[in-house]
């Protein structure tokens, strides 16, 4: 079973709507961790917002939001009022296991395409 | 201050050669990673260090792989005897101490292997 399932393979969003890449996960730790990075033609990976599984609150940076719905294992990423840099490949990302033996497990990614 | 910087950023190389990909992380970051990215897809974990010890080496495909690092910085992949297979972006990222610290990414060595 996919740990990370990233449904969205492709969005088109108009300039200054919102919009919600979604996220679904699958662990049975009780402790894990739920990341989601953009990565732009360039192809650096760049860190957008972290979720903990025992936060309650979800987690907010500037535009991005983490939609943390813990009994339905998703974590979607809503990014408001969307820029046209905010063209990209976004990933979602969970982290899993004991200190010293964890892992990062990334899903497929959504092309987000903002039209002007 | 400096990121994660890797080198080099492109390599081409015969398919049988040996490449060395290396990592320099984020000063002052012991935990440190190595990815690979295929074209289109997501992100392949292969490694982990912790220090210059690798608690999981789960991740690498075969043993044609191997990494190390030294002085709890810079790291270095090794992929022998190269196969088309092996063509990927391979992208490193380090985190301050604990894995459960955000990761911050290189930008990639981009390997083609003819």
């Known amino acids: 079973a996919q740990k990370i399932t990233q449904t969205q393979p492709g969005m088109f969003v108009q300039e200054k709507e919102a919009v919600t890449l979604d996220c679904t996960y699958d662990?049975?730790?009780?402790?894990?961790?739920l990341f989601w990075y953009k990565q732009p033609s360039s192809g650096e990976m760049i860190f957008l917002i972290y979720?903990?599984?025992?936060?309650?609150q979800n987690a907010t940076e500037g535009r991005y939001s983490l939609n943390f719905q813990k009994a339905r294992k998703s974590a979607n990423l809503v990014i408001s009022a969307s820029q046209l840099g905010d063209s990209a490949m976004y990933f979602c990302?969970?982290?899993?296991?004991?200190?010293?033996?964890?892992?990062?497990?990334f899903g497929t990614g959504t092309r987000l395409t903002i039209i002007p | 201050g400096a990121g994660v910087s890797q080198s080099p950023s492109n390599k081409v190389t015969e398919k049988g050669k040996d490449v060395e990909l290396r990592c320099d992380p984020i000063?002052?970051?012991?935990?440190l990673y190595w990815y690979r990215q295929s074209l289109g897809q997501g992100l392949e974990f292969l490694i982990y260090?912790?220090?210059?010890?690798?608690?999981?080496k789960s991740g690498l495909p075969s043993d044609r792989f191997s990494a190390e690092r030294t002085g709890g910085s810079v790291s270095t992949l090794t992929i022998q005897r190269t196969q088309q297979e092996d063509s990927a972006v391979y992208l490193c990222?380090?985190?301050?101490?604990?894995?459960?610290?955000?990761?911050?990414f290189g930008p990639g060595t981009r390997l083609t292997v003819l």
């Open positions: 990222a380090s985190s301050p101490y604990f894995s459960t610290d955000t990761q911050y």
């Open positions: 990302a969970m982290r899993e296991g004991s200190f010293g033996n964890e892992k990062l497990t």
């Open positions: 260090f912790q220090g210059n010890s690798a608690p999981d």
């Open positions: 000063s002052g970051h012991t935990a």
């Open positions: 979720q903990g599984s025992y936060d309650e």
């Open positions: 662990t049975s730790d009780q402790s894990y961790g």
